[in-house]
């Protein structure tokens, strides 16, 4: 070691070695000196301030690759503004913090400010589409688009929620099943390894609780988008999406496949995976689309949800081949799945860690949802569980302001959404003197974590306050009304592509927390206290970077009359 020591010095002692770190350090000092300029213009449209940097061409890349959050914050902090301009490869990168500039610029039309490219590059990059796909196909990409709306609202907002509850009506009694054998157990309990464990004469069940809760919902809410025969059909189906989301940014960044990186590695064969399986559910659902007999693993294609449904009817009318149908399908599932099953941990977390709030939202759901313990009428071998009988999602979702807040909260520090539009015509942000100007030709950002964690707009960003974001709001008949809404914080992202699942992600959150609430107690095993874990970034939500095992039961419920 000190050998190797000895030779690196005296190598860095080398008359050439010393000429190039200090032409290195030359350039690093010029460039910063010559490069950096404050806010230009003093009426009209302003030019952002750009702060000076130290490599040419590369600029701000550097700083970004190091710690991009640590890096941004503190832009955030130094140009109150609300923009700066960074450089990254040559090319001008407007960032903007400021909620009513993000606005402006998430509403500037396609044909100003267009998002689609990054879409476009994920499904060439992620999702298995060939970049031809794109072209070929450019006429039923509106409609696909189009089709998306369908989960937003109305009858095909409520089929999502209605087949989601009822399926979490019938397994939340399984969610933990008290069986020590693997093979006994559910399949999110074998994901997350669960055991009996046996503590004063009571039993509980050990298991990890970020694999039980987010397999759990994918298993159990992943039905009503795809149908029962695709999670029947392919169980192990969540496991690739995790693999996949864990390598998302990876792939994204457009890595070559054969890079031997593990987490790009097992990104890259869990897509593979997926559109394996994807591959068969579309062939039997052409088949099934024109009356033929779709084989004997595919008997109930009819409860796919209203929008596969309508996204069948497009590929069959453009007569779209199978392999670009499975593409579109592993975007899909991927977003479905990626952030709001994992966030149920999130919200599960905080509210079990404190005593006095779990005891509140209990109270303050109990009109919309209620347990109870049906009869026994098998004698004292058999136990029956508890059973979810009253389960309303829209008295959940509407009037639950402590629970919405913990929603919303939990969405402002556990989701980065990142938005990125290419400018295509010289345009201006703003109004009034607070105007920017963006050039043709740049790109402008949106990171909305950026405002989410702005200790100007939040105190102490990085607490989880679940009273953050209830309000008194006044009716026009003088009545107040306690609420809670999303303000200004913009985990969906926005514009055209903001993200079309948020109003079933949100009742979905609402019901898979309210229904765990209700039916189990959690605590921590016996000697470990609650605690909240580091975060690391995937793809848009935050995960923990440890595990964390947790020790369930039932809650007693009142007797079925
Ligand atoms: C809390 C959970 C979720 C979060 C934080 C989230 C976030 C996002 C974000 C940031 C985008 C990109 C928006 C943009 O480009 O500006 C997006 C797009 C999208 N999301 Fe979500 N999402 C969630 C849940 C869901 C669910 C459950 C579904 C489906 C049921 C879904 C379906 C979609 C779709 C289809 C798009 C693409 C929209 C388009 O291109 O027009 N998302 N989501």
Same mark, same amino acid.
């Given at each position: 070691m000190a050998g190797q020591l000895e030779q690196l010095l005296a190598k860095a002692q080398q008359p050439t070695t010393v000429a190039v770190i200090a032409a290195l350090l030359i350039v690093a000092i010029t460039t910063r000196l010559l490069t950096g300029a404050p806010e230009?213009?003093? +009426?009209g449209a302003h030019t952002a301030a750009q702060p000076g940097y130290y490599v040419p061409f590369l600029g701000h890349v550097p700083q970004m690759s190091l710690n991009g959050d640590s890096f941004l914050a503190g832009l955030r902090e130094k140009y109150p503004q609300g923009i700066v301009s960074l450089l990254f490869m040559g090319k001008t990168h407007s960032i903007v913090y400021k909620p009513s500039l993000a606005t402006l610029l998430m509403n500037k039309p396609h044909s100003v400010a267009d998002e689609s490219f990054v879409s476009k590059r994920l499904c060439v990059?992620?999702?298995?589409? +060939?970049?031809s796909d794109l072209d070929l196909f450019q006429a039923f990409w509106d409609e696909v688009g189009k089709a998306y709306n369908i989960m937003l609202s109305g009858e095909g907002l409520a089929n999502l929620v209605e087949t989601t509850a009822k399926s979490l009506q019938s397994s939340i009694a399984d969610f933990v099943t008290f069986n020590a054998y693997p093979s006994d157990q559910a399949e999110w309990e074998r994901m997350a390894e669960a055991d009996v464990v046996d503590h004063n004469g009571e039993q509980y069940v050990e298991a990890e609780l970020m694999g039980l809760s987010k397999n759990f919902v994918a298993q159990t809410a992943n039905p009503a988008l795809m149908g029962t025969d695709f999670c029947k059909n392919f169980p192990e189906h969540p496991k690739y999406v995790w693999d996949f989301d864990a390598g998302f940014v990876l792939m994204a960044m457009g890595l070559p496949s054969w890079l031997p990186w593990w987490p790009l590695q097992r990104a890259q064969a869990s897509k593979r995976r997926q559109l394996n399986c994807l591959y068969e559910y579309h062939e039997a659902l052409g088949k099934w689309s024109k009356g033929e007999e779709p084989g004997?693993?595919?008997?109930?294609?009819?409860?796919?949800s209203i929008l596969q449904k309508e996204r069948v009817r497009i590929w069959e009318k453009h007569e779209v081949p199978t392999s670009v149908r499975a593409a579109a399908d592993l975007g899909l599932v991927w977003a479905m799945n990626a952030n709001s099953s994992p966030l149920v941990y999130w919200m599960l977390l905080h509210i079990y860690k404190d005593t006095v709030l779990l005891e509140q939202i209990r109270e303050e759901i109990a009109p919309y949802i209620k347990g109870v313990q049906p009869k026994n009428l098998?004698?004292?071998g058999i136990s029956i569980p508890p059973k979810l009988e009253t389960f309303d999602i829209e008295g959940l979702s509407t009037k639950c302001p402590l629970l919405k807040s913990s929603y919303v909260e939990t969405l402002r520090l556990y989701v980065s959404a990142w938005s990125i539009k290419y400018v295509q015509q010289d345009t201006t942000l703003g109004r009034g003197d607070d105007t920017y100007v963006l050039n043709e030709g740049t790109y402008a950002h949106a990171p909305h974590d950026l405002h989410q964690l702005d200790p100007k707009y939040? %105190?102490? %960003?990085?607490e989880w306050q679940p009273r953050r974001h209830v309000k008194e709001v006044m009716g026009e008949d003088g009545k107040i009304t306690v609420t809670a809404d999303m303000g200004s914080?913009? %985990?969906?992202?926005?514009?055209?592509?903001?993200? +079309?699942g948020r109003a079933f992600a949100m009742r979905e959150l609402m019901m898979y927390t309210a229904a765990i609430v209700t039916m189990y107690d959690i605590r921590r095993p016996e000697g470990q206290e609650w605690s909240v874990p580091k975060t690391t970034k995937q793809a848009a939500s935050r995960h923990p970077t440890k595990e964390m095992k947790v020790w369930i039961k039932r809650r007693p419920q009142p007797d079925e009359e």
């Open positions: 230009s213009g003093s +009426k990059t992620n999702f298995g589409f +060939k970049k004997h693993r595919w008997e109930n294609l009819d409860d796919i098998f004698g004292t939040f %105190p102490e %960003p990085h914080i913009r %985990p969906y992202g926005g514009g055209a592509h903001m993200c +079309k």
